[in-house]
């Protein structure tokens, strides 16, 4: 959003849809006061976190900590990708949980990063970890570990929000997800959309993802074709 007005609009937007939990994406210049806004517009009941994209240093650590008078509920991937030390530091320097998300690609990772006190939330993206095994892998290595959850997600069509909600329906995902209604990113879906319900969205229940790509849309959509397995 270009402005502060503009921003509490689509907050409000969001909320009359029946979002349950908003998340700002913040920066350098876009931080402090987008979130004083929204949490004075919205009031302390919101449900309310911050996604840093990687975008400070920990020399920012005494700016972030600004960020505490606004009971969020986390502060998402503030440093770079590759600084485990840095969040662990980071950690100790602000009171909102950090959250990590770039940073973990595996099972692995997350073990490091919760042992290293790196991360009190992990954010499970299955398209960033190579899948629905590793992911659940993750979930588990979290929970083992008294650590929440959450599903993030990058643009799914319903091909892929399908299996993103059944892996967030695993207990160990305790925290609202990013897996939101079709229509937040597109006009027309290629499975039948989904449609928000109370704020929430059903886990399908059909065999396999549960949901079937619609064939006209897709033929629609199809912009190249490759095949795969060739015929020899
Ligand atoms: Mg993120």
């Not at 517009?41 to 920012?60: H, M, R």
């Not at 305790?174 to 928000?196: C, W």
């Not at 079937?212 to 190249?224: H, I, K, S, Y």
Request: glycine fraction near 10%.
């Amino acid at each position: 959003m270009d402005s502060i007005p503009e921003l509490v609009g689509a907050v409000s937007d969001y909320l009359a849809q029946g979002y349950l939990r908003i998340k700002l994406k913040i920066e350098p210049g876009w931080d402090i006061e987008p979130v004083r806004a929204v949490r004075a517009e919205f009031g302390a009941d919101l449900l309310l976190q911050v996604d840093a994209n990687t975008a400070y240093s920990l020399t920012d650590a005494e700016h972030l900590r600004g960020l505490d008078d606004f009971g969020l509920l986390m502060i998402e991937q503030p440093l770079a990708e590759d600084d485990l030390r840095g969040h662990a530091e980071l950690a100790k320097l602000v009171r909102t949980p950090l959250c990590l998300d770039e940073t973990i690609g595996s099972a692995r990772d997350a073990a490091t990063a919760i042992a290293l006190g790196a991360c009190r939330i992990v954010n499970v993206k299955p398209a960033r970890v190579g899948g629905y095994l590793e992911a659940r892998r993750i979930h588990d290595v979290a929970a083992a570990n008294g650590v929440p959850v959450w599903c993030g997600g990058m643009l799914e069509t319903g091909v892929g929000r399908a299996p993103n909600l059944a892996l967030a329906a695993l207990p160990g995902f305790v925290l609202p997800g990013d897996v939101s209604a079709s229509r937040r990113f597109y006009a027309e879906d290629i499975t039948e959309p989904f449609v928000l319900d109370d704020g929430s969205l059903p886990v399908p229940k059909g065999p396999g993802t549960g949901v079937d790509v619609l064939p006209d849309v897709l033929r629609r959509f199809t912009v190249a074709r490759r095949d795969l397995y060739p015929h020899r």
